[in-house]
């Protein structure tokens, strides 16, 4: 019989180890399931955003531009014509008040398609004070000259937002801006002068973003660029925008912000030479609702 009991012994001190490793790990698993925070369940109320912007933005907004328009139109490119500062020389409004509208189609979390349109129009009517060759007419002190130059700008732009939090969004865009350009000048009973259009495709590259200080606060930038280095042509056009936002709710804001368009353009093209540097600046008031 003290044999039989050594033998059952035996197992039971072969076992000890194994079974004090197994408590020790339960212990150890309660304590951790115990210390583990707990997550919060799918039907628990979330943050509320502070942008809701599921489907559109439309944005109506007023810039106030101070236009300062520099041209030369040369009968060939070894004929230059005048120079001529358009609000000066010519009366062009040096100040205009320009209603604009755009509206962001919101396919998706990331991807934004961007409709919009910028147009000035202006003519006057002056006595010129220095004489002025223009392509091929040559204008004359004391003249009475009708001007008019009118652009418009008709943008589709593709923006796809690569980083987009509660409280952040930058975007990378891509922009087609189709370019519709009017110039007239008549001397009255002297030249009639036939008005000139150009209407030309204008690929632009661009960045743009926000950033909440607060749920109604916000600061947000976007610039759009392209330049162009060829044999007979160097150019640049610049579309760039800065404000602050104040949100009355997650789908109505306003903002109050800078706003310039630039297009630098220099042609020794036999057919097209001479210059254009537009510049159309000021501040920029707008309001934004979306859905």
Known sequence: MPNSRLLLVIPLLALA???????EAT???????????????????????????????????????????????????????TEINAEDDLGLDD???LPQVELTLLPGERHLIRL??????????????????????????????DSILNLTMFGLTYGYRFIRT????????FGIQIADVETNAVVRNRVVRESE??????????????YDFSPRWSAEARVQYLTVNETDVDGSILDAR??????????????????????????????????????VAGPLLFVRASM
Do not use: C
């Open 17 to 23: 180890p194994a079974l004090a490793g197994a408590a």
């Open 27 to 81: 212990t150890t698993a309660q304590a951790t399931t115990t210390q583990a925070p707990a997550t919060l369940p799918d039907w628990a109320p979330k943050p509320k955003p502070n942008v809701v912007e599921d489907r559109l933005r439309l944005e109506i907004n007023l810039l106030w531009a101070s236009p300062s328009t520099k041209l030369r139109v040369d009968e060939s490119p070894t004929q230059p014509g």
């Open 95 to 97: 100040s205009q008040l």
């Open 116 to 145: 919009s349109r910028f147009a000035i129009d202006r003519s006057a009517a002056k006595h010129l004070e220095k004489n002025i060759s223009f392509d091929d007419q040559d204008y004359l002190v004391g003249e009475r000259v």
């Open 166 to 173: 509660q409280q952040a969004e930058i975007s990378a865009s």
């Open 197 to 210: 259009n150009g209407v030309a495709p204008l690929p632009l590259l661009g960045i743009e973003g926000r």
């Open 242 to 279: 800065l404000g602050v936002t104040w949100r009355m709710n997650p789908y109505l804001l306003f903002g109050l912000g800078y706003r310039t368009f630039q297009i630098d353009i220099d042609s020794a093209d036999e057919d097209t030479s001479g210059f254009v540097d537009l510049t």
